[in-house]
């Protein structure tokens, strides 16, 4: 999401901070700093996240200012270091973004809160749910916490997008549908095809590098 600093109004670059900041706040204080001092490798992946996540936001297509298609990786970083460091990650790339864009940040909170905290919450929330009902199938971790998730993800990711720029006063809802919303499905699929495919060899390569997946609970006597 790419907007200068004039074109976001007051009151809703103020609500954005205040979410992202409390959204921080609540990661930093439950995030597993434990593992991470016992675990290095997971320090890295965290400062592969904020790279990966950047890296994704970066390449995009832009509709119209502040109507953007780009996508998303929360699925795949939440599934590999956990919420909470998914949230440190993706404010930070968040404001990478803004900064490598020349924009301003008074919009960085909400591509935070749209991009990385939404999609992240919902692929937390859809594998916990898939992990405590349904049978611990490796197609299933696959196809519900991951391919699912992301499509879900990608899909509010637009609609919040469109709901913000109507607040802003940017457009009416007839433009965004025209020109974003009916457009969105396209890439909200590849978006939960690329996830499925990294989750797909980190799960078979390195299970051990994935804190939502447990090679013996999936696959083995499987």
């Given amino acids: 999401m ?3 600093n004039h074109l976001v109004s007051l009151p809703i670059g103020a609500i ?3 979410l992202a900041i409390a959204s921080l ?3 930093v204080r439950t995030a597993p700093w434990p593992a991470l001092r016992a675990e290095p490798m997971r320090t890295h992946l965290v400062l592969l996240a904020v ?5 994704m936001w970066t390449l995009s297509a832009t ?3 502040g109507l953007t298609l780009h996508f998303l990786g929360a699925a795949t970083v939440t599934l590999v270091i956990g919420l909470e460091l998914t949230l440190i990650a993706g404010l930070i790339a968040a404001i990478l973004s803004a900064l490598l ?7 960085a909170s909400w591509t935070f809160l749209l991009s990385a905290a939404l999609p992240a919450a919902i692929t937390y929330g859809i594998t916990r749910a898939s992990q405590r009902f349904l049978p611990p199938n490796f197609f299933i971790y696959l196809f519900i916490g991951v391919f699912l998730s992301a499509v879900l993800g990608m899909l509010v990711h637009g609609g919040g997008t469109a709901l913000l720029m109507m607040a802003l006063g940017l457009y009416d809802a007839d433009i965004i549908w025209n020109n974003y919303l009916r457009i969105l499905p396209l890439i909200a699929f ?3 095809v690329i996830n499925g495919m990294l989750m797909t060899a980190l799960a078979l390569v390195s299970p051990q590098l994935v804190i939502s997946f447990d090679d013996h609970h999936y696959i083995d006597g499987r």
């Fill in 2 to 4: 790419q907007l200068p």
């Fill in 16 to 18: 954005g901070w205040l």
């Fill in 25 to 27: 706040i609540w990661a």
């Fill in 51 to 55: 790279i990966f996540l950047t890296g």
């Fill in 63 to 65: 509709l119209m200012p």
């Fill in 101 to 107: 864009f020349g924009q301003g940040l008074a919009i």
């Fill in 190 to 192: 590849p978006e939960g």
